[in-house]
């Protein structure tokens, strides 16, 4: 996996980091192509608005951004 990854999911907050982090550890791998580049995306929101999708309490316009957000939480939950 590439560290340009590994960097972008560390963002200051701890939740986030943890998170991030570890779905990248453990579950990136199983994305697809198209997953790995919604992955990417969700990266490139601000930190307020990752926090309130990943913890449910917003979701993203974009059907297949809200499954990912989704399959993150779910992650999160193990």
């Keep these: 996996m590439p560290s340009r990854l590994r960097w972008r ?3 200051g907050m701890r939740e986030l980091d943890r998170l ?3 779905f990248l550890e453990q ?3 199983e994305l697809t192509e198209q997953q790995r580049a919604e992955f990417e995306a969700i990266l490139e929101f ?3 608005q990752l926090y309130a999708y990943l913890l449910g309490r917003a979701a993203p316009a974009d059907p297949r ?3 990912l957000i989704q399959f ?3 992650h999160g939950r193990c």
């Design 9 to 11: 999911c560390r963002r």
């Design 20 to 22: 991030l982090s570890g």
């Design 27 to 29: 579950r990136y791998s």
């Design 46 to 48: 601000p930190d307020p």
């Design 65 to 67: 951004l809200a499954k």
């Design 72 to 74: 993150i939480r779910d």
